[in-house]
């Protein structure tokens, strides 16, 4: 029989919804030694709505008070899905609280921050996770395998879009539970935290440290309504971000986020280039990642020139990563599957002892380059990452 | 607070799971009266397997006897998702039961055996459904509401391929639990009844019915190791199917299925042409929905021929069928959400009094269809279909 | 030197363009031991429209009588850019002229027509070829080459559509020099001779003889205005043909095509799948092919599963077929280039004494698939190619 | 009766080659005052091969020496097709001798020189026009269009990919006639000057002019054997360059150039990003533009949000710029048509009085860009355009 492993959430917004789902479907297609319980959710809302969405999801509880559910006994497990801001202090308790904790990307408003959070749960010796889900999309981990599998060879271009357009019309407000990503108080920052630290993530995962970049933000509309205090606010989050860099390994690399793309929803993309191969992926197409293959990696020759072409992998194969727990080939899966295979991940790796990635020091890393971007956006020098 | 729907499954495959899975979610997307409980599930198989399968989905209770299933006064529905041989005997007494059914497609061995369960169904009032999924596919959903929206107008051509590879080794077997779809006793036919029955489903949905139909019919691998005996058998069933068609509306139809098309794994598709505009699907890249426009519907008028082109709709977002209950514009579903729309719309038709679609009649009309495919398939001739 | 080869075209439509196009380029790309001279053309119509056409192309003559064209001393080879309906007298008259010569598609109004041509050409000891121009895309020209290379292997599937929607308008008259296509007198038939015919060359081509077909053709607009008489006349073509087929290697077929499908322009696709790999070609991308490797030819071994993909081959490498005459990899061709390719292999087979294919006793083959097509179709039985 | 166009080309090299070509096919597809006439080339090539590409192309002469070529009196136009190094001296006599100009591009080696050679032309009052023949793809110029249309509205972003991978190979020698592209003697930069000035080019032309820059090259290879000498020399261009880049108007630039980009031959690419809509052209599918429509430019109302997607035109209908002259819709055309299309609008230039873009003046500003992209490369800084 598995063994409980007792949950609570905070926060029930976005992320509180994909992750009360991934803890709840997990056991139904992974088998592991635990078993997470719904135990307690938390946020700052209302009491009916609490209880609303603990009914929902099948939460034993709900609490009021985050400090109270930390100090709960029957939990073991604090998953943090509210806004940037607040990641800091609920670490912080989590961990003093010997909680193991998972918490929301970026991992915080700053380096400096993350350098205390990552103290805090290193200190308590407790499991953490900085939720980069999009690790886990298949075709992403596919990416890793083929690298890892001297696919790319010597790699000399990285290159990485991440495009949306929620944000364009200017009548959209700032602020509130909704809109907390438009507010630098809460945010800490705007594309750059919230989706190019997903592309940083993933960048050095697959093609190693970034040392050094040179970017340049924007904000397009400078003033929205604040849902908050109902009054036009100037905005001072990027609406916009881009940024060259150079890998330690020699690569070059290029960088754009925005929600001012037309047409562009979800448009997560990476390209990587190397002597040996290169790999595509994007986020709306998240069943594929294409690859071309130049050189055999079995014997190291040239394919043969006249049949070479970018391949289209439908990553829905049984030996595709994750994808034997799902259904059968050509089956796809969705976005909501990325957050079951973290949580897949992360109890497998306190079960094993080998803790699952990225952990808050690695969450630490990319919240150093998010740093660094937006200091040279500041001076328009290039910048060195720590 | 939701109303108890108790839920029996008999079958614990590959559809078993799927189900399962559908139940256990549908409550946590959708606001219905009714919240489903899984009560029972019952199968063919050793008692542990089934206590396991229990465990994981988190049912109440296992069977062993699907008649004592059936009696159980603790249930209302029976959701069937079993070999097509044993559809009708379980449809049967489930009716007389008086419970209520969903039944996995196709619906039965013969459009005999399907006049027989809807008359069941419709003498015990109960609600009935059969589970076409791809109907739920928000980009299926999508294109019957272009149709209906006049975005097609004079229909000329439906064509459709469902091509599938995985049976092209000749050392796959037939038989057995996992392999009964390559066994004509308990199947009843190959492609035509697992592949087509769907896009026959889906083609009349979009484009009413169909009237006539010459077919062709192959058998590539001509015998296979029988799982259940051990023995090299003949292979009775049609490995591939080709049959061209003729819609009640004048169009044309041209249908193809097969599990020899190598590189394919559920590329499901339909084209629908009009005098209006085209529709494009293809279930390995369900997020789409391809749509020629050239006349626009609200003026009538044709559209700027200079800026005609194939539109590839990703169809995430909150306007788009379903997508408002899941997650954000451009984050993708997958295979299983079909499932959840269905128990979706099905509890939602029984709260509403007004039966999601397709019901047992409908699924009797596609089985007519299928059986004179198969006609055809040996007299070489045009059948029509009563 | 090069050594000059006479050519005089007649016809001076859409076709006449293609041809004299290709005979003036031909020679800039590719090295012959002949070097084409347009001496003359021919057609019915005006002469300052004649003397026009002559001057745009370069032309040295025009003729108003094809009969003197024939008989011209200095002209070596006759190239008919005419109606259907006129092919069989002019290419009777060239052989007894002892002129080579070209012929457009579909080679005649019917197999009993084209037998009388063949004997003809043969009889005369004259080169003649007919112009299936799409075989000499560089995309299926690999095609043929992956084929024979034994990258398909045991081949089960073949499938084609060949899609227009330039005639859906009922006000698009019929007949004249410029819809001849619509004129059942001067075409013959519709889709099927025009386009069909194409496919069918193709098809026998890449995959060997087609056995049987049982087909369906269909007129949708039953009457249109004919441009010679000014009055409503019955339209007697077939504005579309779906046909099922059997071929000789046990492979199923599936064709169809029309001019009634929205958004397809010249979508003339094939697909062929075996038990090795599979190919896709679609004529509205014709720089690329796709294949899907599934046994390595070198080892005849299975690729990684978990690296399978279809591949999408741009066809414009200098290792691909006729691409190392024209420019740069990278860079594409267009529709053409077709046509110079067909100059360039015909004007090569006569000088290497290996005729180019398809000759017109290939030419002959196609017809009789075409005539098969339209009995069946008149029948509703399917009907063996003698 | 067109007026003869006398022409002198120097080079006959790969351009020498697309130029050639394009005289000679104008007048059999464009309607002109005047008609090309190839009265000589010029390289500094042995005679026997000089005379093979007269003999191959159809010139009437050709000269070994480029100064007796400006002054012959029999020409009108020269056409300078040389390495980059040559360009300044050969414009500087051709103006000097009265003769109108077409130069590769780029135009230069620096600003500086691209000065002098505005002066000069200016001066002579002579025609003159810099061959960036990418803004003459069919798909580039329909976004031209699309823009003037109002159907972008307020950009916010322009991004471009300019990739290839030709040179990955350290075997790959440079100088010589073949190679001269990466000797930066003769060149003056890598990619920077021979891809991204087109992509400069195209994209001031679309989205106005570029005010500031900070880029970053690399050399990956840094020896290559030199053709000339037979010695092991220091690479010194350019083998990848990437910038940022701020638009007058507002809009944030991204541009990246290589000849690294394992499995790209000609993957030339822009998107652009505004509040009515966006484009996205990929020069390896030059048939297709892609337009997102967001904002109806006829009622600026927004289109209904269920059928909004990424539009593919196939710009081949004889509303699509230049494509009634060729084919019927649904035909494609290729690379080497962009210089027919040049000569074609050139000639009307001068026929019309309103001098074909981009001429010299034009090629100075894009020559200006690139040396500030060089510039910030090596300070490292923002760089102004002046």
Same mark, same amino acid.
């Given at each position: 029989m598995a063994k409980p492993f007792n949950v609570g959430i905070i926060g029930m917004g976005f992320m509180g919804r994909?992750?009360?789902?991934?803890?709840?479907?997990?056991?139904?297609?992974?088998?592991?030694?635990?078993?997470?319980?719904?135990?307690?959710?938390?946020?700052?809302?209302?009491?009916?709505?609490?209880?609303?969405?603990?009914?929902?999801?099948?939460? %034993?509880?709900?609490?009021?008070?985050?400090?109270?559910?930390?100090?709960?006994?029957?939990?073991?497990?604090?998953?943090?899905?509210?806004?940037?801001?607040?990641?800091?202090?609920?670490?912080?308790?989590?961990?003093?609280?010997?909680?193991?904790?998972?918490?929301?990307?970026?991992?915080?408003?700053?380096?400096?921050?993350?350098?205390?959070?990552?103290?805090?749960?290193?200190?308590?010796?407790?499991?953490?996770?900085?939720?980069?889900?999009?690790?886990?999309?298949?075709?992403?981990?596919?990416?890793?395998?083929?690298?890892?599998?001297?696919?790319?060879?010597?790699?000399?271009?990285?290159?990485?879009?991440?495009?949306?357009?929620?944000?364009?019309?200017?009548?959209?407000?700032?602020?509130?539970?909704?809109?907390?990503?438009?507010?630098?108080?809460?945010?800490?920052?705007?594309?750059?935290?919230?989706?190019?630290?997903?592309?940083?993530?993933?960048? %050095?995962?697959?093609?190693?440290?970034?040392?050094?970049?040179?970017?340049?933000?924007?904000?397009?509309?400078? %003033?929205?309504?604040?849902?908050?205090?109902?009054?036009? %606010?100037?905005?001072?989050?990027?609406?916009?971000?881009?940024?060259l860099a150079m890998f330690a390994n020699g690569s070059m690399g290029t960088f754009e986020s925005t929600r001012y793309a037309r047409g562009r929803k979800n448009y997560n993309t990476f390209e990587l280039n190397g002597e040996a191969g290169s790999l595509y992926f994007n986020l709306e197409d998240p069943q594929y990642l294409d690859y071309f293959r130049y050189l055999d990696p079995a014997t190291g020759k040239k394919v043969d020139s006249h049949v070479t072409g970018w391949q289209r992998i439908h990553v829905t194969n049984s030996e595709h990563p994750y994808m034997k727990k799902w259904w059968v080939p050509g089956c796809t899966i969705g976005y909501e599957h990325t957050f079951v295979h973290t949580i897949a991940d992360y109890l497998h790796g306190i079960e094993t002892g080998t803790p699952a990635q990225p952990d808050f020091r690695s969450g630490l890393r990319t919240q150093k380059v998010c740093d660094a971007i937006i200091a040279s956006a500041a001076s328009g020098k290039w910048v060195d990452i720590p």
């Open positions: 994909t992750h009360s789902n991934a803890y709840r479907k997990v056991s139904n297609f992974f088998q592991l030694e635990h078993k997470p319980v719904l135990k307690a959710v938390c946020a700052l809302e209302p009491e009916e709505k609490l209880k609303a969405f603990a009914d929902t999801w099948g939460f %034993e509880s709900y609490e009021t008070d985050w400090r109270k559910l930390v100090e709960r006994k029957d939990i073991d497990q604090i998953d943090i899905c509210t806004p940037n801001a607040t990641h800091k202090e609920l670490v912080l308790a989590a961990a003093a609280a010997g909680k193991s904790v998972i918490c929301e990307k970026p991992l915080a408003m700053s380096a400096a921050e993350a350098e205390e959070m990552v103290a805090a749960v290193e200190k308590a010796g407790v499991a953490n996770l900085v939720c980069f889900n999009y690790r886990r999309v298949p075709a992403v981990t596919l990416a890793r395998q083929l690298v890892d599998e001297g696919r790319i060879g010597r790699p000399f271009h990285y290159r990485v879009n991440y495009l949306q357009d929620w944000t364009i019309a200017s009548d959209v407000p700032q602020g509130g539970a909704t809109l907390w990503r438009l507010d630098i108080k809460t945010a800490g920052s705007g594309v750059t935290g919230d989706l190019l630290a997903h592309s940083i993530d993933t960048a %050095e995962w697959l093609n190693g440290p970034i040392q050094s970049v040179v970017a340049k933000t924007e904000t397009f509309i400078k %003033e929205r309504m604040h849902q908050d205090t109902g009054k036009v %606010e100037p905005v001072k989050i990027d609406d916009a971000c881009m940024f």
